[in-house]
């Protein structure tokens, strides 16, 4: 019994300490486990088939635009990763080197690798001749590793699971087409799948990806007022190709070079979907991702035809992904797990609801509790758990709207950021002296410049020139 206390024991309150919080139910709920090696997280089966199902709805969607899936070399030579300036500056206080191979040294050193745009062009160059061989739209599931100083399960971590697309097209106009088009795949299947409402938009200059002629993001907001970026898409134009020398002939048997995107999302999801969703009980999950849906829970167990009656359940709740928990555990510690595991719907059947042909339903976001003729049960499970995903979505949305600000000069901007933790929409000149003031003075960073665009005022937040775009500003993840 002391055991069984100690692992239904009340997480610290997200109001208390959210950060806390947060790390009490990654680990409380057996999502991760911390590693010998620092910086460096263990993905529990929890935490794991959270990433199996984010990897397989966004794996559908992707082929479903012509992407294919190739595995490149985790580790990149030097002289590969110094073909292109600015994207080895951008990563060079992150990368990990490799300087020996058994007890020899190296003649080259290579880096694990923090992203694989050089591996990419070096096999595009090499693969690509004519316009016949285009696009070539690629992506690769797999780990990539930057050396963080400040380590968080999910949020950031030395070692990390994502997926990387890769593409290279003939025109300028085709590779922004691409780009687009991924950040609002991104955007939707976070909207629809995870119940996270996202704002879409450009990130500066300043905030784009190392190497890149443009950086699209999609910026979610977390229940304590912070954002965090969800995930990136990127326009490379052809910087890349002129440095890898990727061309192709044309047409008209003309020389010309290859235009590049990148996009990419990672295990990051999973922290947003913590820290959307979750309550101070522990995880709240979306029914589309939850690894487990429903959760049958016998009461009285040891009593006749219990068992055998939540197994015929099970049976019959086949369209869903369901367990049933017979262990010898107590109901009330049971209930209180699979609400930790944040599991979308829970049904008790005991010896009185067999009686009556009816069973009870509880859903985890609301917990609200149902009884249910076992005649229609499959159906009323279904109605919940789409009720349950698009309730979740509007909630989080209601949240974010209730937490985004506006500010028409410096002195309500700082108000905001200081007081009022969340989004704050405020112009701009366009100018990286002030984004970097305004980082100085309050903290907060640019999330991005939506492709919805309202004019607040017709000057910049900070320096009172004429303003050229409304920004999402905030402190972030």
């Not at 443009?214 to 910087?239: C, P, R, V």
């Not at 086949?318 to 797990?337: H, I, L, N, Y």
Request: glycine share 6%; with cysteine.
């Amino acid at each position: 019994m002391a055991k069984e206390k100690k692992l239904v024991e009340a997480i610290t309150s997200m109001e208390e300490d959210f950060a806390q919080w947060y790390t009490d139910v990654v680990k409380k709920a057996e999502l991760i486990d911390y590693s010998s090696v620092r910086g460096c997280m263990i993905l529990r089966p929890g935490g794991y088939s959270i990433w199996e199902n984010i990897q397989k709805e966004l794996d559908r969607r992707f082929k479903e635009t012509g992407v294919e899936n190739v595995y490149m070399p985790m580790f990149i030579p030097e002289s590969l990763l110094q073909k292109e300036k600015d994207h080895v500056e951008g990563f060079a206080p992150e990368v990990a080197w490799v300087t020996h191979g058994g007890l020899e040294p190296l003649q080259e050193r290579m880096c694990v690798r923090p992203t694989s745009e050089t591996l990419f062009c070096d096999h595009y160059a090499n693969i690509i001749q004519s316009y016949r061989d285009l696009p070539k739209v690629y992506n690769q599931w797999c780990s990539v590793v930057r050396w963080e100083k400040t380590t968080r399960p999910f949020l950031r971590s030395v070692e990390f699971l994502w997926q990387e697309g890769h593409t290279a097209h003939a025109t300028a106009e085709e590779a922004e087409e691409r780009t687009i088009q991924m950040l609002n795949l991104y955007a939707d299947f976070c909207e629809e799948v995870l119940a996270i409402p996202m704002i879409r938009g450009k990130k500066t200059d300043k905030e784009k990806f190392a190497g890149a002629k443009d950086t699209y993001t999609i910026e979610a907001l977390m229940h304590d007022g912070k954002a965090l970026q969800s995930g990136t898409s990127h326009n490379f134009g052809d910087g890349f190709a002129h440095a890898f020398d990727i061309q192709y002939t044309d047409k008209d048997n003309k020389l010309q070079y290859v235009h590049q995107t990148s996009w990419g999302m990672t295990t990051r999801l999973i922290g947003a979907i913590i820290m959307v969703h979750g309550d101070n009980s522990g995880l709240v999950l979306p029914p589309r991702i939850a690894p487990t849906q429903v959760m049958i829970v016998p009461i009285a167990q040891h009593k006749e035809g219990v068992l055998e009656k939540a197994a015929e359940l099970r049976e019959r709740l086949g369209a869903f992904r369901v367990k049933v928990d017979d262990t010898d555990k107590s109901p009330g510690w049971k209930f209180s797990e699979q609400e930790m595991r944040g599991i979308p719907v829970r049904i008790e059947i005991g010896p009185k609801d067999i009686e009556e042909n009816q069973a009870v339903i509880v859903r985890r976001d609301t917990r609200e509790k149902l009884i249910v003729s076992l005649d229609n049960l499959a159906e009323k499970v279904g109605e919940i758990l789409d009720t349950m995903q698009r309730e979740m979505l509007e909630r989080a949305r209601i949240h974010r709207d209730a937490h985004t600000y506006q500010a028409t000069n410096f002195e309500e901007f700082k108000e905001a950021v200081a007081t009022k933790p969340g989004f704050v929409k405020a112009m701009w000149c366009g100018d990286q002296a002030c984004e970097d003031k305004i980082k100085e003075e309050t903290g907060a960073t640019s999330r991005c410049m939506p492709f919805k665009q309202e004019e607040i005022a017709d000057t910049c937040i900070c320096c009172g020139k004429k303003a050229k775009s409304m920004v999402y500003w905030g402190k972030a993840y």
